[in-house]
């Protein structure tokens, strides 16, 4: 349904019905800049000139105390019609004693008498048109269009009425995913994709069927599901994943995750029930071991330390909790070994935590996209110690930092970089740019056309974690790269035969590519044997240093002067 | 003689009426308009025909139409009457309190009249 609007003027239609004229005058004063309007004198007039004008009218104000038919007698003939009990009835009364009534009757809002000032009746009108409006987009919506299964707001709406009318029963609240649901898609297409949640929607029918409870589709391949309480979800799980397979053949390739919030705490606000749910099924993300994971208390804490850190996140910007740590990298290509580049790497000395993960704090901002703060210090640190380094040593060391898929979308970057670069006497060369596959995976052309730009102010992009994950080659294909990063941990044992073809075949495409190659995570002589005779130009790892603070980083220079 | 000036030689309430109606220009058409208004008469007429719902619908149509103008003392008295007659609420009024209150409101809504009237003869 769309909003109404009289034909000539695009405005919406209003009708004054009052028997006396001085209000029907005023109330025409106080909306005629807004609304186009008609008037009646009392309920007979009026229901003729909205049975006339039902699709077009937003909006009636009725007063009650009319001859020949009053407001309440108007409003039985309005409620008796299917079409016309839809248009929203604002009662105009002077008396206190007839709103029940009045609501009762339907109507759904009220102007008493003597009028409010202007701008108090102009808000009320146009509150009322727009609820009403919303209410009927609403209402044309209660099933999505895929699948047939509940939107999320109806699902919300008809779950807690369910609450409502059985308070004794314990319900579970459920979200079901699909495991890199995009690139079911980026591999078969949408149309595959989208048959896919469709079955998906029937069999969690099917499950429902057999216990009382509700789904919905919150969103691409989001599924929520509230039930009475189920003791074993691995079996649920299992039950819809065959039905699946029933009907698409082998479905290995399709992994389903579910996170369960069991017998859930109804005083808690809908929404924060399906969340709990939610962070379950989130935590699966990588998990190749499991498919099921339940709420419970273990996970209110992770929220809770996830949580603070969120909070702590600007006070460690501006008390400098981050700190950047650098890892050298050398060549291999030369007789000896010589210190070619560093990586930055961030760590947080938290002031109640102490030394916070990486592993924990990185992939949580990056969810919120907190990240960029990070990232901007990092940047910031790194230009700095750069410079300090030059003017110390007289080397000007290239460092590469990091660009989460944040950053990409900053219409600030270019500027964020080159101001540090000019504050710090650098050039683009410098500072390397680290971009990982998840980034490519979201927004593709977007990235390849910030990637493009940068590197033509002389930027160079690293492609970090080659092989990590589906899309490297094809963002190969398409994004122009600097430097490829191999990390050595995809390559478990050198001595297998294997493995050694595999970092032949990368460094192949490197070469290709014309790129040269850094290993990262490298341990020891011989891996750094192979891999030069394999041809790659520079190692990181723990064989020549660990990731280590400025202070400690000096000594590589030092090194270096010795010679 | 301003709009002010004429809510004061009639006993309304200007600010009640600047209130709702917010302009002095409407307040000021306003104002005239009652001089077409038929409530009273209507309610008159009813009384004198011993017209008990007739009574109430002028009656109450007064009061509103007073109550928008800011006229307050009238708005007040055509209430009670209003009350009094309101379909379901029992009789509590004697014929002579009736007859007095009726008389009430017809002077001042006379005398309302005339001093709009001599506003009106100024615009």
Redesign the interface.
Known sequence: MTIQTSGYSGRRLVLIVDDQEINRELLGMILEDTYDLIFAENGQQALEIIRENKSMLSAILLDLMMPVMDGFETMENLRADEELRRIPVIVLTAEKSAELKSLQMGAVDFITKPFETHEVIQARVARIIELSEGRDLIQAAEREELTGLYTFIFFAEYAQQLVRYHPDWKMDALVLNIDRFHLLNDLHGRDYGDRVLRLLADEIQAFLEKTDGLACRADADLFYVYCRHQEDYEEILNAIQTGLSRQLGDVAHIRLRMGAYPSVDQKMEFELQMDRAKTACNMLRGNFAKAVMVYDDSLHEKELFNQSLVNGIQDAVDQKQFIVYFQPQYGIQADEPYLSSAEALVRWKHPEYGMVSPGTFIPLFESNGLISLVDNYVWREVAAQIRRWQEEFGITLPVSVNLSRIDLHDPALEEKLLGLLEENGLTPANLMLEVTESAYTDDADRMIAVVEHLRTLGFRIEMDDFGSGYSSLNMLSTMPIDVLKLDMKFIQNVQNEKDFRLIQLILDIADFLKVPVVAEGVENEEQCQMLKEAGCDLVQGYFFSKPVPPEEFARFFEDIRKE | MTVQELYESIGGSYD?AK????MDK?ISK?IL??L??K?CENLMAAAAAQDAAGIF?GA??M???C???GLNSLSEAASAVAEEFRPGNSRSMEQGELDRRLADIKSQYGKTIAGIQAFASQQ
């Open positions: 009640s209130k709702i109606l917010q409407l306003f308009k009652l077409d208004d409530s619908e109450h149509a009061k509103g139409v109550a928008n103008l």
